[in-house]
């Protein structure tokens, strides 16, 4: 079976297909949304996903008439950088890219963001597929934010730029490591945290078959989580207001990735610990108490880390902080939840109010 979402656009609109197995109609689906045979194809993948999917991929496009080139990266935040970026653009070059060429970004959430800000910037725009392999992805692969990382920010350099459609094979989930699975399983839940406690209930009671990477409870999970993306960017495409609850545990877990490196901690376990110092936030602005005991409790059933490792330094996390594009004159936009399946943005939170949050996360249980 394959579940099919639109984000709503308008001439740019595109659909959003899940399924398992649905990677083998990949030459169909390209044909059927314009992508012709006549420009080169370059697949951008790392060296992980390579292993398992990138011949398969080619083999497929090669089989039905396209020319396909690709480029592997190293796997991991660190590949997200200008370096690498230049390594693909050099790529594109030699393998004749025109500006009717399409890049495919088949990995997760790094190899999204890095190969869609090649296309958002190869003469300046070109065509672009997100093939995610990896739960995370379920978000950053829908609503067209792209970018690289700066040694100072996450995400600090990029644009938007909205993909042809997203191929979303749940069968190539099968190959992750257990521990990226739950990491992933991180934006599902704050899908279900911003927009539908009946969504946030459904995760916590699903906890193990979705750890379990139970087909069917996969498959309505990931479904449910890209619709709320899809709406959410549907109304408000560029981040002027409403795409800012999307960002709720970002705030503190952007800061937590730079600051541990990009290799200590992974996205969804930053934000995971992000989303309960925002839940704290919270309950110090005067909402209900459960609004952290409840967002702690399924990050827990989830065996995501709910505080920040100690040796982490509060002076430099927030330094981090500052840096962010949600930090503004004095003032951090913070995502409050309000309730659960509610939140709101919040423009007036003081750092050192955060700071504090910080220091108790760092004492969490």
Known sequence: MMRELTVDLGSRSYPIYIGEGILNDIAALFQKHGIGKGSPLLVVTDEHVAAHFLDRVTGLLSAAGYSVASHVVPAGEPSKSLAMLEQIVATALEAGLDRKSTIIALGGGVVGDLAGFAAASYMRGVRFVQIPTTILAHDSSVGGKVAVNHPLAKNIIGAFHQPEMVLYDTATLLTLPDREVRAGLSEMIKHGLIWDADFTAWCEENADRLVGLDPEALQYGLYKGCSVKAAVVSQDERENDLRAIL???????????????????????????????????????????????????????????????????????????????????????????????????????????VRDIVDQLKRED
């Open 247 to 353: 960002n709720l545990g970002h705030t503190i877990g952007h800061a937590l990735e730079a600051v541990g490196g990009y290799n200590e901690l992974l996205h969804g376990e930053a934000i995971a610990i992000g989303m309960v110092g925002a839940a704290k936030l919270s309950v110090r602005m005067g909402n209900p108490e459960h609004i952290y005991t409840v967002t702690k409790r399924i990050f827990q059933k989830f065996g995501l880390p709910v505080s920040i490792p100690p040796h982490l330094d509060t002076d430099e996390i927030m330094r981090a902080m500052m840096h962010d594009k949600k930090f503004n004159e004095g003032q951090i936009v913070y995502i409050v939840p309000t309730e659960i399946g509610k939140v709101e943005i919040n423009k007036n939170v003081s750092a050192q109010w």
